[in-house]
C-alpha cells in the first residue's frame, strides 16, 4: 500500500477527498499528519475531559486523549497512528491500531504514564502522528456502514458497552 506524502495529503484536503478540521499545514510532516491534543481524560481523576489548560497525569496512570481535529477519512484510505517521540522519551506508552476507511470524528487515543513524576500535558500539543495508505481494493462496506460504532465522536469517548 503506497504511504501518503505531504504532497498527497495536500492534495486531498485541498480538493475536499480528506477532512481535517481545524487544519493547521504546520501538522504537516513529509510523510503524515501531527495529530495534536483536544482534551484529555484521566479516568482516576475524574469522570469529566479537561478542554483547556494542562492536565497533570500521575505516574503510573492511564489517560485517554480526543484529538482537535475531526477527521473525516475517505471510503478507500486508511491511517496508521504514531506516538510522537518527543511523547515516548517523557515515559507515555500508547497502542495504537488503525483509522478505518471512511471514519469520521474525532479519534481518542489511549495511553498510559510510565515514568515516577506527574507528567504535564498541555491540550494543543502534538501527540501523535496519522500516516495515511490507501486500500489495494476499495472495501465493499467503509466504517460507518460495517460497524460505525464511534462514527462523528466528538471528544474522549471511551469503550462503548
Given at each position: 500500500?503506497?504511504?501518503?506524502?505531504?504532497?498527497?495529503?495536500?492534495?486531498?484536503?485541498?480538493?475536499?477527498?480528506?477532512?481535517?478540521?481545524?487544519?493547521?499545514?504546520?501538522?504537516?510532516?513529509?510523510?503524515?499528519?501531527?495529530?495534536?491534543?483536544?482534551?484529555?481524560?484521566?479516568?482516576?481523576?475524574?469522570?469529566?475531559?479537561?478542554?483547556?489548560?494542562?492536565?497533570?497525569?500521575?505516574p503510573m496512570t492511564r489517560f485517554a486523549v480526543g484529538?482537535?481535529?475531526?477527521?473525516?477519512?475517505?471510503?478507500?484510505?486508511?491511517?496508521?497512528?504514531?506516538?510522537?517521540?518527543?511523547?515516548?522519551?517523557?515515559g507515555v506508552l500508547a497502542a495504537f491500531g488503525k483509522?478505518?476507511?471512511?471514519?469520521?470524528?474525532?479519534?481518542?487515543?489511549?495511553?498510559?504514564?510510565?515514568?515516577?513524576?506527574?507528567?504535564?500535558?498541555?491540550?494543543?500539543?502534538?501527540?501523535?502522528?496519522?500516516?495515511?495508505?490507501e486500500l489495494k481494493s476499495p472495501p465493499q462496506k467503509?466504517?460507518?456502514?460495517?460497524?460505525?460504532?464511534?462514527?462523528?465522536?466528538?471528544?474522549?469517548?471511551?469503550?462503548?458497552?
Amino acid at each position: 500500500m503506497p504511504v501518503w506524502s505531504d504532497t498527497d495529503i495536500l492534495e486531498a484536503i485541498r480538493s475536499g477527498r480528506l477532512g481535517v478540521d481545524p487544519w493547521h499545514e504546520a501538522d504537516l510532516t513529509p510523510n503524515g499528519l501531527d495529530l495534536r491534543i483536544g482534551s484529555i481524560l484521566v479516568p482516576s481523576l475524574s469522570p469529566n475531559a479537561v478542554h483547556e489548560g494542562t492536565v497533570h497525569v500521575p505516574p503510573m496512570t492511564r489517560f485517554a486523549v480526543g484529538t482537535q481535529s475531526v477527521l473525516r477519512m475517505p471510503d478507500d484510505v486508511v491511517g496508521s497512528l504514531w506516538i510522537r517521540s518527543s511523547w515516548a522519551r517523557r515515559g507515555v506508552l500508547a497502542a495504537f491500531g488503525k483509522v478505518d476507511a471512511g471514519f469520521a470524528g474525532n479519534l481518542t487515543l489511549g495511553a498510559f504514564h510510565a515514568g515516577h513524576e506527574p507528567l504535564a500535558i498541555p491540550i494543543g500539543e502534538r501527540f501523535c502522528q496519522i500516516v495515511l495508505e490507501e486500500l489495494k481494493s476499495p472495501p465493499q462496506k467503509a466504517y460507518a456502514a460495517r460497524s460505525g460504532n464511534y462514527q462523528n465522536q466528538r471528544g474522549v469517548t471511551l469503550a462503548k458497552a
